[in-house]
């Protein structure tokens, strides 16, 4: 069974950090490309960072600076360092793994930045 757990979500008030994880398990991780999507309250799902097989990073333009994706492929898990965060990230945070074939969404764990 394919699983993607994140965890590591909560409430921070603006400045502060968080650091997400999302587990997996059900799948060859290490031939998967894993991002981070966030959704807010009324907006649709966006991507905020990806990490390809081989470590390559993207990040959208509102978090580059800010957050940092990384894998540790013998562990199954992908992580997101949050650092200086802003109300505007509060959002339910997914876990998303990727190849030409399949796409798997774990269940999301909400960030809350208050001001």
């Known amino acids: 069974e394919v699983q993607l757990v994140e965890s590591g979500g909560g409430s921070v008030q603006a400045g502060g950090s968080l650091t997400l994880s999302c587990a997996a398990s059900?799948?060859?991780?290490?031939?998967?490309?894993i991002g981070w999507f966030r959704q807010a309250p009324g907006k649709e799902r966006e991507l905020v960072a990806t990490?390809?097989?081989?470590?390559?990073?993207i990040y959208a333009d509102s978090v580059k600076g800010r957050f940092t994706i990384s894998r540790d492929n013998a562990k199954n898990t992908v992580y997101l360092q949050m650092n200086s965060l802003k109300p505007e990230d509060t959002a339910v945070y997914y876990c998303?793994?990727?190849?030409?074939?399949?796409?798997?969404w774990g269940q999301g764990t909400q960030v809350t930045v208050s001001s």
């Open positions: 990490i390809t097989r081989v470590g390559i990073t």
């Open positions: 998303k793994a990727w190849d030409l074939r399949n796409n798997y």
């Open positions: 059900g799948f060859r991780f290490d031939d998967y490309g």
